[in-house]
């Protein structure tokens, strides 16, 4: 398998974003628009790089416990390869069981896109709940399937899971044996 850089969006990628952008959507978002979005405090973007050259991009939010991704694409040449994996890997890498922290990952897409729904399906989103009259790309509402990634969900089909004591060394713990 291919590896991608992942690193963080910097203002001379919005060129590469954009043709990206506009490779996947009926309905791109401009440069304004992004920049608008990236603008705002909890708002961040990462780009995925192979060969020096951007190939993918995913903007997220960050709130008190989920991360909620915006947007995300990757090259029309480069789909099939990884690279949104690798980015979608990257989001659910910054998710935490410790204290209080962000558990899950969510987003929500157009009920008509299968496509996504389907591939998200594949990267372990599980479709939890329906959003009423989302505003689409194009000023048009359809419903939406909120989608969500919930760490706890997946530590459970793993029987083994790390917490911290009390004295603050790390223990194992089988799921099965800790009282709820």
Not at 144 to 169: C, P, Q, T, W
Not at 170 to 179: G, P, Q, T
Request: hydrophobic share 40%; aromatic share 8%; with cysteine.
């Amino acid at each position: 398998m291919t590896h991608y850089h992942v690193r963080w969006m910097i203002r001379r990628d919005m060129t590469e974003i954009l043709q990206i952008e506009a490779q996947s959507f009926a309905n791109p978002w401009d440069e304004e628009e992004f920049v608008k979005i990236l603008r705002q405090r909890n708002c961040i973007g990462m780009v995925a790089e192979h060969d020096s050259r951007v190939v993918g991009f995913v903007i997220y939010e960050l709130h008190k416990f989920h991360i909620e991704f915006l947007n995300l694409a990757v090259a029309a040449d480069m789909r099939g390869r990884g690279v949104g994996r690798a980015l979608i890997g990257r989001l659910i890498g910054k998710l935490s069981l410790q204290g209080n922290r962000r558990t899950m990952l969510r987003c929500r897409i157009s009920e008509y896109n299968d496509a996504a729904i389907r591939w998200l399906s594949r990267r372990g989103l599980r479709a939890k709940g329906i959003d009423r009259q989302f505003l689409t790309d194009d000023g048009t509402s359809c419903d939406a399937i909120r989608m969500e990634y919930r760490l706890d969900d997946r530590e459970a089909d793993r029987v083994i899971e790390s917490i911290v004591s009390a004295d603050g060394k790390a223990i194992h713990v089988r799921r099965e044996e800790r009282e709820e």
